[in-house]
Nanobody, 115 residues
Framework: QVQLVESGGGLVQPGGSLRLSCAAS????????MNWYRQAPGKQREWVAD???????NYAHFVRGRFTISRDNAKNTVYLQMNSLQPEDTAVYYC?????????WGRGTQVTVSS
């Protein structure tokens, strides 16, 4: 059974940084594209970034240049380094993997950007 556990969220001031982690219990983790999504209050969940098995990454336009996704295949973990955080980045951040059979989600970690 696939399990994804996010951590690293919290309260940060505008302009600050956080690093999120997602630990995955997933066989052959290194073979899968891993995603980060977020959902702000009253809004739909939106894709933030992904990292492919080979390590290349893609970003939503609203985080490009501020966020960096990375992975450690030895630890079955994907990270999201978030810099220059703004109040509009406030959301619950979710880790996701799409397998042939279905999509799996973690429970999320809350990120609040406020002074």
């Amino acid at each position: 059974q696939v399990q994804l556990v996010e951590s690293g969220g919290g309260l940060v001031q505008p302009g600050g940084s956080l690093r999120l982690s997602c630990a995955a219990s997933l066989s052959n983790f290194r073979l899968y594209t891993m995603n980060w999504y977020r959902q702000a209050p009253g809004k739909q969940r939106e894709w933030v970034a992904d990292i492919l098995s080979g390590g290349s990454a893609n970003y939503a336009h609203f985080v490009r240049g501020r966020f960096t996704i990375s992975r450690d295949n030895a630890k079955n973990t994907v990270y999201l380094q978030m810099n220059s955080l703004q109040p509009e980045d406030t959301a619950v951040y979710y880790c996701n993997v799409q397998l042939v059979s279905s999509a799996y989600w973690g429970r999320g970690t809350q990120v609040t950007v406020s002074s």
